[in-house]
């Protein structure tokens, strides 16, 4: 068995240096059974270039995707949440896109026994186009600019509650609280809306299941500390909006959040600052160096 390694800690978090595989099955491990409210992770996607930080392919990545499914669940309490973000896949030269990403989180499912709580969409305003061949040089298609998030559970109530993500009112239903007034009744589509139960004031709009945002910050604690430090940036990190909407939504201050791909700990970052306990798992450790920096004043 490979050595575990503990990378740093913090006030509240714990960056272990590892393949997930093997920590899954150590003992040192072992004492966070049960106890993790929220696994949130972006696990590497299957794409058909190998990248640095690891990929797997076809039915490879399906069976290696899919044999995490037990182990996490060992983890997880039993109305805790796997949050999984996926990106879409290309057929190799072909205009076609891949089934396999589909293919590889309905094995994860079923293989864990998991409930879908609901399907998520990271749309990303400032995606570069591509596929490249098809999209810039060929112009046959439009540029794939989402990634699917899954929201999985070991129990159709996991705890949740959307009180923690509100979003400001719009001005048009400022207007609307203000005049306590409004139209009514039943619609084309059959359903029924009652004025007092939509013009409540709830301190916030409901959220869609549509995150929007664009990932193109270039000045940072973390890019700074890997400029000064000459420590490659990892490619695909994570903007900060995004664990920060899913870990206050499921967890409360104390829960533990893990992240099994953990990258340059953008997880473990956010759930630091929302007083939330964390532990990340990255293999590579110049990821994990440049990481530290997300903890530098």
């Not at 696994?39 to 990248?51: C, E, Q, Y």
């Not at 139960?197 to 916030?204: A, R, T, V």
């Not at 664990?243 to 099994?260: A, E, M, Q, S, Y």
Request: with cysteine; proline share 6%.
């Amino acid at each position: 068995m490979a050595q575990i390694k503990t990378a740093y800690k913090t006030k509240l978090g714990l960056f272990y240096q590892c393949d997930i595989g093997e920590i899954l099955k150590s003992k040192a491990f072992a004492r966070y059974k049960k106890k993790v409210n929220l696994i949130f992770t972006s696990p590497p996607f299957p794409l058909n270039r190998k990248k640095k930080y690891g990929n797997f392919n076809g039915k490879e990545y399906t069976s290696w995707l899919s044999g995490l499914a037990l182990g996490f669940r060992d983890f997880l309490t039993k109305d805790g949440s796997i949050v999984i973000e996926l990106g879409n896949a290309w057929e190799a030269n072909r205009p076609i896109m891949s089934t396999l990403p589909l293919r590889a989180l309905l094995e994860f499912q079923e293989k864990g026994k998991y409930f879908l709580c609901q399907h998520f969409i990271w749309f990303n305003t400032a995606r570069l186009p591509s596929p490249v061949q098809w999209v810039n040089v060929e112009r046959v298609r439009v540029k794939d600019a989402f990634t699917h998030i899954w929201w999985l559970s070991k129990t159709p109530h996991p705890k949740a509650n959307n009180r923690n993500v509100l979003e400001e009112y719009s001005e048009s239903m400022k207007k609307l609280l203000n005049k306590k007034k409004y139209n009514s009744g039943r619609r084309p589509s059959e359903h029924s809306i009652g004025e007092k139960s939509f013009l409540k004031d709830n301190n916030g709009a409901i959220p869609p299941n549509v995150l929007i945002g664009a990932n193109t910050n270039a000045t940072s604690k973390y890019i700074e500390h890997c400029k000064r430090n000459k420590i490659e940036l990892h490619p695909a990190r994570m903007p900060e909006f995004i664990p920060d909407f899913f870990i206050k939504f499921l967890t409360d201050p104390g829960d533990l959040v893990f992240d099994p791909f953990g990258g340059s700990n953008t997880t473990g970052c956010v759930a630091e600052k929302l007083k939330r306990k964390w532990i990340s798992v990255e293999i590579n450790e110049s990821y994990i160096k440049g990481s530290e920096g997300r903890f530098k004043i």
